[in-house]
């Protein structure tokens, strides 16, 4: 069981490009969300799903864009990479349990934009 | 617009003791309160969750209070050791079954035990 998998784990963009953060997760949650990570600031959610072919978007998705066709994957898109979006990138994914939903969360990407 | 306030930033104890890390949340709509724990390099890794409906809820060394009326929880890691060194974040959510749930993080406590 690989759980949460990212890829990749490093990554530097120039300003303006695009690229798409991967994220896969084989325990058949229905529920996946991408998290940015920066100092002080805890992690913000950006988009998240709650099965496959729905998405909405979370606290910061300005610039970001994600889909879901299978419950398996759940990729984000960088747009138009900017320095602000320099940071660390967490995908999660849940399923209702206990009475709550305990996420999963993969080991990050760590993005610079220069 | 910060939700969830967690304090300390940073906590430095000795081997043995008790750290204390506070969160204060301020949607009453929160019905789900979960704990992650950090280290360098990884993920967040599920510690340990709470509901409203009670008041204390203990795993091995880690125990959660909460006080509804206050609108506060907390997280004591008894008899701490340094393998316990990590950030810590406080998160709430509204956890319902057919909706989903967008969790809400605190600013994360990253904790020190000394040897």
């Known amino acids: ?38 100092p002080g600031m805890g992690l913000r959610l950006i988009h998240y799903s709650v099965g496959a072919g729905i998405t909405d ?11 879901r066709s299978t419950t398996e994957d759940f990729p984000l898109r960088l747009l138009s990479a900017a320095p602000s979006q320099t940071s660390v990138y967490f995908c999660a994914s849940s399923t209702f349990s206990l009475g709550g939903y305990g996420y999963t969360f993969g080991s990050g990407t760590r993005l610079t934009v220069v | 617009q910060q939700q969830v306030k967690q304090s300390p930033q940073s906590l430095i104890v000795q081997k043995g003791g008790i750290p204390i890390i506070n969160c204060a949340y301020e949607n009453t709509a929160f019905d789900y309160f979960p ?52 950030t810590y974040f406080c998160a709430a959510s509204v956890g319902e079954e057919t909706s989903g749930s967008r969790l809400t993080f605190g600013e994360g406590t990253q904790l020190t035990v000394n040897p």
């Not at chain 1, 759980?3 to 953060?21: A, D, E, N, R």
């Not at chain 1, 978007?57 to 889909?67: A, D, K, M």
Request: proline share 6%; net charge neutral; with cysteine.
């Open chain 2, 35 to 86: 704990w992650y724990q950090q280290f360098p390099g990884k993920g967040p890794a599920l510690l340990i969750a709470i509901r409203p409906d009670v008041s204390e809820k203990k795993e091995g060394r880690f125990t959660i209070s909460f006080n509804k009326s206050a609108k506060q929880f907390s997280l004591h890691i008894m008899d701490s050791q340094p393998g316990d060194s990590a």
């Open chain 1, 57 to 67: 978007q979370g606290e910061v998705p300005n610039g970001y864009n994600v889909s």
């Open chain 1, 1 to 38: 069981n690989a759980g949460v998998t990212q890829t990749p784990k490093f990554q530097v963009l120039k300003t303006g490009q695009s690229m798409t953060l991967q994220c896969a997760q084989d325990m058949n949650h229905e529920y996946m969300s991408w998290y940015r990570q920066d």
